[in-house]
């Protein structure tokens, strides 16, 4: 198997998380017999010292000479003044750009979409950032569909982040994209981090924090985790907290920014990815297991979401 070539630009000034996360979660996805499924390398636009925003240096390995090498580009956050304050981009960042292969897949973690705002990658398409600098990029880059209200955007060849910590997100989305959800958790799983955010989960902005001494509703949401099998409705859970309806929906929205019906759909859908990836239960069987009924509704739920039926999926991730 062809290992996957993943080129990480950093930009003076970079946001070292973002550069960070790349090679640490793409380094953890591994196949069935441990190798490695994808190559990272970090590169500058030349191999001068990269300044990092949280108040020390580091020197690339490469130049940008190796992005003609890659079948995904990652520019994580930057503080680089022409893309972040002017819309305009660097001649050098243009030359860079250039060298990407036609087919090769861009990504953002961040402010990184400012480069590719500047660059015209992100006109007339969907695309998010860090919700603090929404307004600016909105100036910026008009042409761009912006939504900050979500951790991800993946339009196919061009996938953005939010800020900070979703570029985990991302990461893990396109190992699962590519490789399935079971090298995804497994890669998740060494990280110590959640195997899985929808891209269209709200990022966090602006929410109240629960008070330590309530009870909220994680305890319920890993109780309905054992039994998606069950057909669990908003009663049921409600009852579970020992909430009324009312208060629980509150409180379940305000701690995983969407409504219990739709986390609870989310979940069974991605129980229902993984057994059609690990098991041989026919579509109906799994359905039933993931508490969505017929097949026809897996169909319906996964065209949906996907874009294919189960057994397309199954094809394309078994054989992964």
């Given at each position: 198997m062809t290992v996957h070539?993943?080129?990480?630009?950093?930009?003076?000034?970079?946001?070292?998380?973002?550069?960070?996360?790349?090679?640490?979660?793409?380094?953890?996805?591994?196949?069935?017999?441990?190798?490695?499924?994808?190559?990272?390398?970090?590169?500058?636009?030349d191999r001068s010292p990269i300044r990092v925003a949280s108040g020390y240096t580091m020197v690339p390995d490469h130049d940008a000479s190796i992005l003609a090498e890659a079948d995904t580009v990652i520019v994580p956050g930057t503080r680089i003044a022409g893309p972040r304050l002017h819309g305009v981009l660097p001649p050098a960042i243009g030359e860079a750009l250039a060298r990407v292969p036609s087919h090769a897949r861009i990504m953002s973690i961040c402010t990184g979409a400012f480069v590719l705002g500047a660059a015209g990658i992100l006109d007339d398409r969907p695309a998010t950032t860090h919700w603090a600098y929404a307004d600016e990029f909105r100036a910026l880059y008009p042409k761009v569909a912006l939504n900050e209200n979500v951790l991800f955007v993946d339009d196919g060849d061009v996938l953005s982040s939010a800020g900070l910590g979703a570029g985990v997100d991302l990461c893990l989305h396109v190992i699962r994209r590519d490789h399935g959800t079971e090298v995804a958790n497994r890669a998740a799983r060494y990280c110590v981090v959640?195997?899985?955010?929808?891209?269209?989960?709200?990022?966090?902005?602006?929410?109240?924090?629960?008070?330590p001494g309530t009870d909220g509703t994680a305890p319920t949401r890993a109780w309905a985790l054992t039994r998606l099998h069950e057909p669990i409705d908003l009663a049921a859970l409600a009852e579970h907290a020992r909430?009324?309806?009312?208060?629980?929906?509150?409180?379940?929205?305000?701690?995983?920014?969407?409504?219990?019906?739709?986390?609870?759909?989310?979940q069974r859908i991605e129980h229902a990815r993984h057994l059609l990836e690990t098991t041989d239960l026919s579509v109906d069987a799994v359905a039933e297991q993931a508490g969505l009924g017929t097949g026809a509704s897996l169909r319906q739920h996964m065209r949906a979401t996907l874009g294919v039926s189960p057994l397309a999926y199954r094809k394309t991730f078994r054989a992964g």
């Open positions: 070539q993943v080129v990480v630009l950093a930009l003076d000034t970079v946001i070292g998380y973002d550069m960070a996360i790349p090679p640490q979660i793409f380094a953890e996805a591994t196949g069935r017999d441990g190798e490695r499924l994808y190559e990272v390398r970090i590169c500058g636009l959640p195997p899985w955010r929808e891209g269209g989960q709200s990022q966090y902005i602006d929410r109240h924090v629960p008070d909430m009324s309806v009312r208060t629980f929906s509150r409180r379940f929205r305000a701690e995983t920014g969407m409504s219990p019906g739709t986390w609870l759909t989310r």
